[in-house]
């Protein structure tokens, strides 16, 4: 790890005398790309782990093919520095070469910011995209470098080796279909659904309208919630300076769709720990750019999404910490921060969200 966070500091040095001058592909290959494949491991001059120009069906190539057992297991294309990276034909491209060679992952990529695609999943190309991490420290605020360095060695020799990028993309995109077939499921059930329910419920009384109405009500709990107006004036937020409410209805999927699939499956595997803290009192407060947790009318966390990830704002008292993971800090007096990149560091919180519950609960 210690050689990746020594390349992206001496990459990051760069950035702004290179992107005057509008590096062109070549180039931006050699200065931004090979060393940094050369810190993850993949020995870019040794054809047998690295193939560059690997050529395609079509006669064309990708720019380099990492290799594992000399097999493809990644597919990477590099444009040039200024590339923002969001032409679609582009990104079908690259997609297609790995899914034709039967490659599953691949990565677009301008040597600043590397945007990671799973080549056979079953959506169109752009929807494909597992996650993107940049260089830029101003594209990855609030993160250290060794964060950083941790979100690239998801794409690490070792970690290709061990099948990291397999576990995590059938991990997110398996729970995100889920998740989506659950909301049409609820939002319009079918009849066998409708029977199902009532036959487990046991009570006759029960109509199939009222099952349809409680399954649209339920669903509507974790996708579209309006502002409680009752606490439009009387509750402070965390952070205690964000203080301007929505009044319209907020919809996650709103604020959520630009975000990588990654990160928002760790914030539904966030925000469901947090309402069945207690299903029948937690209440979500939507803010501008951050949604509260509340019980009763006590504020017990706060979290705002990224695009590497959720910041989470708790009240609890940073001396009072029994550890002090380097993923928390004390954020101002009574208030602790947590940065949360991954599903590993949002299980070893729990404990911290538990405790913020409890002590705010009882106040």
């Not at 990051?12 to 592909?25: A, H, V």
């Not at 009763?296 to 609890?316: A, E, H, P, T, Y």
Request: glycine share 4%; net charge negative.
């Amino acid at each position: 790890m210690n050689e990746i966070i020594s390349c992206i500091e001496s990459l990051r040095t760069k950035l702004d005398r290179y992107r005057k001058d509008g590096l062109k592909e070549s180039p931006t290959r050699t200065i931004f790309v090979d060393p940094l494949l050369q810190a993850l491991g993949w020995d870019v001059r040794d054809s047998d782990e690295v193939e560059l120009e690997y050529p395609t069906i079509d006669r064309k190539s990708v720019d380099y093919a990492p290799k594992i057992n000399r097999k493809p297991v990644l597919f990477i294309e590099a444009k040039q520095l200024n590339d923002p990276l969001t032409d679609v034909k582009s990104i079908t491209q690259v997609v297609g070469y790995a899914a034709n060679a039967g490659v599953e992952w691949c990565i677009l990529t301008n040597g600043v910011t590397y945007k990671v695609y799973h080549s056979t999943e079953k959506a169109e190309a752009p929807e494909k995209l597992l996650f993107k991490i940049s260089l830029d420290p101003k594209e990855t605020e609030g993160m250290t470098t060794q964060q950083v360095a941790e979100q690239f060695a998801h794409f690490s020799r070792d970690a290709m080796a061990k099948g990291l990028l397999d576990e995590i993309g059938e991990q997110t995109f398996t729970t995100g279909k889920i998740r989506k077939a659950l909301g049409e499921l609820f939002r319009t059930p079918p009849n066998t659904l409708i029977k199902l329910i009532r036959s487990t419920i046991r009570d006759d009384s029960i109509k199939p309208m009222q099952v349809k109405k409680s399954l649209k009500r339920l669903w509507s709990q974790t996708s579209e919630i309006t502002v409680p107006s009752t606490y439009k004036d009387d509750v402070q937020p965390v952070p205690p300076e964000r203080t301007k409410v929505r009044d319209e209805q907020f919809s996650e999927e709103y604020d959520l769709g630009s975000m990588p699939q990654r990160v928002v499956e760790l914030f539904w595997t966030f925000d469901q720990f947090c309402i069945e803290l207690d299903p029948t009192a937690v209440q979500r407060m939507y803010l501008v750019g951050d949604i509260n947790y509340i019980y009763g009318k006590n504020i017990f966390c706060c979290v705002d999404l990224n695009k590497s990830g959720i910041r989470v704002w708790l009240r609890l008292n940073y001396s009072d910490l029994e550890s002090q993971p380097e993923y928390v800090q004390e954020w101002d007096t009574g208030i602790v921060e947590l940065k949360i990149n991954s599903i590993q560091k949002f299980e070893s919180a729990k404990g911290l969200l538990q405790k913020s519950f409890e002590e705010n609960r009882l106040k």
